[in-house]
């Protein structure tokens, strides 16, 4: 889990916009090639299955509910983030005693996992997963709505608006461009804009 001094030097908490977190227990997240502790650089297609592990344990929240969150700050790039934020993944009614079992994230996916997908000569970007908590009487659902489209995001300004709680568990990763990406935006439907595109990119849209 990421301390909240890392997420602060990593400009994470300055870039997510509402971000209020009560840090408690411990926390990990692991796709299929393996884990990583919080900065990593992965492959991108590492990332382009969901999590295979999401780990969460902390004393007393036997009976606690919780949304996961993935969020990228860096849409496009970290320079301009004209896109900020653009949002990977959505899981809500996730139980305490399935994150303390450590497998596969099991609950009520809200919007369906899209791994790393950075741009050409976009340089790093921070994948961002947030662990907030889900009182009784909240809406995650609501988020279908407020993340559609995924791009140009506030999800912790959107997370309170659906009565989530404060962030109680985050890490992240940074990944950057290879060629497996232009599949991924082909997949989106989505042509990044020309400073950003791939040399086959620019072949198909000369």
């Excluded at 009976?63 to 004209?82: E, F, G, N, V, W």
């Excluded at 709505?145 to 999800?155: I, L, M």
């Excluded at 997370?159 to 890490?171: F, I, Q």
């Amino acid at each position: 889990m990421a301390t909240i001094d890392q997420l602060k030097a990593a400009g994470v908490v300055e870039d997510l916009e509402g971000f209020s977190a009560s840090l408690a227990g411990s926390f990990s997240v692991a796709f299929p090639g393996g884990g990583f502790a919080p900065g990593d650089e992965l492959p991108a297609p590492q990332t382009h299955v969901p999590p295979s592990a999401v780990s969460y344990k902390a004393e007393g929240n036997a009976s606690m509910m919780y949304t996961l969150i993935m969020t990228d700050p860096d849409a496009p790039d970290r320079a301009t983030h004209a896109f900020r934020e653009f949002v990977h993944f959505v899981v809500s009614d996730v139980t305490a005693e399935s994150l303390a079992a450590g497998g596969a994230p099991q609950g009520t996916v809200v919007l369906d996992y899209l791994g790393a997908g950075c741009p050409c000569k976009s340089g790093l970007h921070r994948y961002v997963f947030l662990l907030f908590e889900q009182p009784e009487g909240s809406t995650p659902a609501s988020l279908a709505a407020a993340f559609e489209g995924r791009g140009g995001k506030k999800v912790c300004v959107a997370a309170k608006a659906a009565g989530l709680g404060p962030v109680v568990a985050s890490t992240f990763f940074q990944s950057q461009w290879d060629v497996s990406i232009d599949a991924v935006h082909a997949a989106m439907g989505w042509l990044p804009p020309a400073e950003f595109r791939s040399p086959t990119q620019e072949a198909a849209n000369p």
